[in-house]
DNA sequence: CTTGCTATTATACGATCGTATAACAAAGGG
DNA sequence: CCCTTTGTTATACGATCGTATAATAGCAAG
């Protein structure tokens, strides 16, 4: 009969900064399909495939992880932004249009990304390491999104000032939130591309850039 | 000296539909303030001055106490919005810009109506009843929408389908949306009613419909 | 092969969570 | 004035939370 031997679990040693992504990525999962409640730092380890304990070894606390992880996945998304633009040869114009598109299709839209965008949203209200996080990323995609406006307007010869520019990266910025939002929470009420139909032709009469074929924009 | 007699708090009894308002007021009060972490029956139950007890005599779970809250909260919104509209006596093309003055200035905007919302929206993914929540109230305002749109459109003789009425309410709902959030969440990044000519300017961009002076909207 | 470092596991602790249950008391009708 | 009803308090329980600490073991260096 086998003695009762504690077997203690095998593992693998990792750097640092594998061992940290590891995680943050495990904890993004967990919100994004479960929700923040359920993010616990017994379930997150568990879904990174390690001990609780090991979470606070790699980081002071449970909130450093939050925000953490937080700052990683915005971090992720713009520079699958900017790759994106890069690939496009085509026109300032044409720029602007994929630009649009792909914020309004999966995998940015859906309601997993819904889901961890909220819950970190949630929290910049009294976490100011959040709330640094969300400044810090939103600025980032603001100036990306007055770098395809100005360059589209200058090729339509309208070239505006940089206030103008600002303003209508706000405008342009809020209407894709928007979209984005209900598109991902409610994606039945938008059949087909009807999401991306809508972003282009308000994205076309907030700015003045022709994204879309005025008969077809019509009905 | 006097014996340790343990002395039952009083109390007053109330109905229970004011009651049970009371502890959905408390709960909004605690998630706009604290977060939707800090929400517990404890705290709850200490902000609508009873114990904690009640709560579950009120409602079968905290789950439902928060999902009545979230449906309660929508209602006085939605409500406060109709009776604003049925204040004004002007037109509905300034029926219309009326209704984005008041969605992107306080109250509407601030941290704490975004707190709330984003605990809210948080929870659609893996909870139905919220989830219905949420749709119910967003047909609700976007029928507010629909109308004021065909209203305004109908008066500067450019009455429009009803499909076309449905997209050009999806679009002005998200832009509202977007902007409010970014109001709320950065109210410093919009000085003055800097985020009220931005949403009016993209408003009209959208639907046509004349809400600004044009030179005063160049710059 | 041995040694040292530290990433990782194992275990435990106190706090707080949502919930269950029973005693108490406020309010209205006889 | 008593009695019934039920809104309300008081108390307790088990589960789970984030965190602290010590033991273990992977792995590179010597």
Redesign the interface.
């Known amino acids: 009969m086998a003695e009762d031997q504690k077997k203690r679990r095998g593992f693998r040693r990792a750097p640092a900064d594998r061992r940290r992504v590891e995680l943050m990525e495990a904890t993004l999962r967990i919100i994004a399909s ?3 409640e359920a993010a616990s730092v017994r379930a997150i380890s568990a879904e990174a495939g390690v001990t609780p304990g090991l979470i606070r070894h790699h980081f002071e606390s449970k909130e450093e992880l939050i925000g953490a992880a937080y700052a990683h996945h915005m971090e992720v998304l713009l520079r699958a932004c900017v790759d994106v633009l890069e690939e496009v040869r085509d026109g300032p114009v044409e720029r602007l249009a994929s630009f649009v598109r792909r914020t309004l299709t999966p995998p940015v839209t859906g ?2 990304e ?2 961890l965008w ?2 970190f ?6 976490d100011p390491k959040m709330r640094q996080v ?2 810090d990323s ?1 600025r980032e995609f603001r100036q990306v999104l007055e770098t395809l406006i100005s360059a589209a307007l200058f090729e339509l010869g309208e070239a505006a ?1 940089p ?2 520019i600002g ?1 209508l990266a ?2 342009v ?7 984005w ?2 598109g991902s ?2 994606p039945e ?2 059949p087909n591309d ?1 999401l991306v139909r ?1 972003g282009l ?2 994205v076309s ?4 850039v022709p994204l879309v074929q005025k008969d077809v924009a ?2």
Chains 1, 2 share one sequence.
């Open positions: 479960r929700g923040i309601s997993q819904v889901q909220a819950a949203i949630e929290k910049i209200g009294h969300h400044m939103y000032s206030i103008r303003q706000i405008a910025n809020a209407v894709l939130d928007g979209l939002l209900e929470i409610l009420q938008f009807e809508i032709q308000s009469g907030i700015t003045g019509k009905q």
